[in-house]
């Protein structure tokens, strides 16, 4: 098995997305399964923090002390199984979400969640319960699992299958391949009712416990392999980017697309995104250099904010009703079709792509340029989500906060799910301090909403004060006493979701 402990692939590895570095004494580049045990097994009092594509934005995978095992080279994709509807497939850990999209293609197939950031890997998508923009209408990776396999601490294998092992009220028991019986109680804690939800570990009475590992960050133990279900690719897909005169413009415009209306809408829309005035503003100068940047329309230079939404259908029909409808909706808020970039073929939809992708990439860009001055600096994005009704209260909420607070930032991401991300960018570590102290008030009145705190990003390491507004100090604890259920030593990935106290 291949290991590093060389500078150079030690840097590389020692991070993720959330530019946050780490230290660990080696490596591991397991190849199997049974590599997999034998880590476990050779390093029984060893802290070990898994790894997967390192996109992460929460420093999930950067270790903080021990080895590291990444698994990017359990790559393998077994045989499709083509079903009445769809299909499935078992996958590796290390699979790319680019590599699974591709392998897909020909069966005229695809797996719904998409976080725009396609060099993800499989594990860590399971592992955090991404989701990304259409999960407005396919919600987080937990709807496409059906079957995992898990390497427990000790190198117990548990392999979890979808209905098969539901806990009897808070009551569970599940059964390792050796035969070992694996009994708890689950805590008492009521998840907030919000569509998008990865704070901590999913928990419900009656739960399927194959979905206590989904989300749970690698905190539990290695996933070693994912049955996914795949659904079947509508024959077009059109999307729209639509630039509007204001904020409140958009919002009135998410909720006529969200088919908040007398009408019945001819289609639900895949995705709903919005971009702020100060994230066009960023992606105006991105444009300006960047290459990938270049592909796309230039962006109309008069300050607006956007809206980009996506149909699928094999019914061309439905697709141009659903487009007029779109059309009639953003001229009742003043937008104007003339300025509204529409695509109705996949050339076209993959600049809207680009489009898409760019503000997060941009962001993360402006954060490394900022760690050369200062370095203790990392990402600074929100992740939290609202029930509906309480949209224009938390964009307010936003938008003053950061206005008192006088910071550059950006507001883009799923407000069709209410879940925006409010990126600041500090010039300073004292407004870094204080943006966390910003995130740290928004928290405590996202979760008066009945809100989350982390919609799709997972706890990780940089977001753990957070979680104490939404759970009290005895539910986290009893979430804790958990994890020591299949992790006694608490070895396994140390500092994600709990702070951890030697
Ligand atoms: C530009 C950009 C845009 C993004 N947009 C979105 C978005 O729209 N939606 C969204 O949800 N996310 C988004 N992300 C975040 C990120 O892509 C996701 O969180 C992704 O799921 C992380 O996958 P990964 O393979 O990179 O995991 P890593 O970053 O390597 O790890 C993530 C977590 O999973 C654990 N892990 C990884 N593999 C395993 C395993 N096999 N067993 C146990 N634990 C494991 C790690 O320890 C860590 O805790 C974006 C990131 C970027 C950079």
């Keep these: 098995m291949k290991t590093a402990d060389d500078k150079g692939t030690m840097l590389e590895y020692m991070r993720d997305e959330s530019r946050r570095s780490g230290n660990c004494e080696k490596i591991f580049f397991p190849t199997s399964e049974e590599e997999v045990i034998s880590i476990f097994k050779e390093n029984p009092r060893t802290p070990i923090t898994f790894q997967g594509g390192r996109t992460g934005v929460t420093a999930g995978c950067v270790p903080d002390g021990g080895i590291a095992v990444n698994l990017e080279r359990m790559n393998r994709i077994l045989p499709l199984k083509p079903q009445k509807y769809g299909g499935s497939i078992i996958v590796q850990p290390g699979v790319l979400l680019q590599t699974l999209r591709q392998h897909l293609r020909p069966y005229s197939l695809f797996f719904p969640p998409d976080p725009t950031e396609t060099t993800a890997s499989l594990g860590g998508m399971v592992s955090c319960n991404s989701s990304g923009a259409r999960s407005f209408k396919y919600g987080s990776v937990r709807f496409y699992i059906t079957a995992l396999r898990m390497i427990l601490p000790g190198g117990e294998k548990l ?10 009220g808070r009551h569970f028991s599940l059964t390792c391949e050796s035969g070992k019986r694996i009994s708890g109680v689950l805590p008492d804690i009521t ?3 919000v569509k998008k939800h990865t704070a901590g570990y999913y928990i419900r009475p009656d739960m399927d416990m194959l979905d206590l590992f989904i989300g749970a960050e690698g905190t539990l133990g290695a996933v070693t392999a994912v049955e996914l279900k795949l659904l079947p690719v509508k024959k077009e897909t059109w999307g729209a980017v639509i630039f509007l ?6 919002l009135r415009l998410v909720r006529l697309l969200r088919g908040e209306t007398a009408l019945p809408l001819t289609l639900e829309p895949e995705a709903l995104e919005y971009f702020n005035s100060d994230t066009l503003r960023l992606l105006r100068r991105a444009q300006r250099s960047k290459e990938a940047l270049c592909q796309m329309e230039l962006l109309p230079a008069e300050d607006c904010c956007a809206l980009y939404t996506e149909y699928a259908s094999d019914n061309r029909k439905a697709l141009k009703a659903a487009f ?13 079709p003339r300025r509204t970039w529409a695509a109705i073929n996949s050339r076209n939809m993959d600049k809207l792509h680009q489009f898409r992708h760019a503000a997060p990439e941009c962001v993360n860009t402006r954060i490394s340029e900022i760690k050369k001055d200062c370095p203790s600096v990392t990402k600074l994005g929100t992740d939290m989500s609202v029930p509906d009704h309480c949209l224009e209260e938390v964009m307010s909420l936003y938008n003053e906060g950061l206005a008192a607070g006088g910071f550059d930032s950006v507001i883009f991401g799923h407000i069709g799910s209410n879940h925006v991300h409010v990126n600041i960018i500090p010039r300073t570590m004292d407004e870094f301090n204080r943006g966390k102290e910003l995130f740290g008030r928004w928290a405590k009145d996202v979760a008066a909403m009945g809100g989350t705190v982390c919609a799709e990003h997972g706890v990780g390491k940089i977001k753990t004060a957070l979680l104490s507004e939404l759970y009290t100090e005895k539910q986290l604890a009893s979430m804790q006493d958990l994890k020591k259920i299949f992790d006694p030593c608490q070895l396994l990935n140390r500092g994600n979701i709990f702070s951890f106290l030697p």
């Design 191 to 193: 998840m907030p009712a």
């Design 324 to 336: 007029e409808e779109t059309c009639s909706a953003m001229e009742s808020v003043g937008g104007d």
């Design 159 to 168: 392999h979890l299958k979808r209905g098969a092992c539901l806990a009897r």
């Design 245 to 250: 005169p204001s904020e409140a413009a958009a």
